[in-house]
């Protein structure tokens, strides 16, 4: 039955695909389970897994089972879920770690969190861009740079210029 519903899919039939998905997201969630030990990271990964089906399917050229394709992609998106977070963890820490901003975000003070969050947003257009793509939204530099449609290394920039002049902006408010 997979076999039939994968080459559907793969053709573009939207049915098929969903009964792919709702057939096996209960597998691709239990991997994911015991991949991450985190039921909100399992959710995230699955989901991630059902996009990322939605164009590999017609990569699958049947050398294999469909579930053993199927759990390979969701190692896959697990493993990178993984990185994505420490990535994420490490630039939360060496933003927290700059002391005129981890000053204003330290706590549960909404006010300094307010002012921090002002203050990026009166940033010039380029640089607020950048902070808000990669310390609100996640994105690592090189997804930034995808968005806003310059380099990566443009991206690290204008997030090193944002830090000193909310540095500067901060620094003058904290006195």
Not at 26 to 55: K, M, N, P, Y
Not at 120 to 128: G, I
Request: proline share 1%; aromatic share 8%; glycine share 6%.
């Amino acid at each position: 039955m997979d076999a039939e519903l994968v080459e559907r899919a793969a053709r573009g039939d939207r049915e098929a695909f969903g009964l792919l998905v709702e057939r096996h997201y209960d597998f691709v969630h239990t991997v994911a389970w015991r991949w991450s030990g985190s039921e909100t990271d399992a959710e995230d990964i699955a989901q991630e897994v059902c996009i990322r089906l939605g164009s590999a399917i017609r990569g699958f050229r049947g050398s294999s089972r469909f579930r053993t394709w199927l759990y390979t992609l969701t190692l896959n998106a697990a493993r990178d879920h993984r990185r994505r977070r420490a990535r994420d963890e490490r630039k939360m820490q060496a933003y927290a770690s700059d002391p005129a901003l981890s000053a204003m975000s330290a706590g549960d003070d909404e006010e300094r969190r307010e002012a921090l969050w002002a203050a990026v947003r009166a940033l010039p257009e380029k640089q607020r861009d950048a902070v808000l793509l990669v310390y609100a939204e996640g994105l690592s530099h090189a997804a930034a740079a995808d968005v806003l449609g310059c380099s990566e290394a443009t991206i690290s920039w204008h997030v090193h210029e944002a830090r000193k002049r909310l540095r500067t902006l901060l620094g003058k408010e904290a006195v």
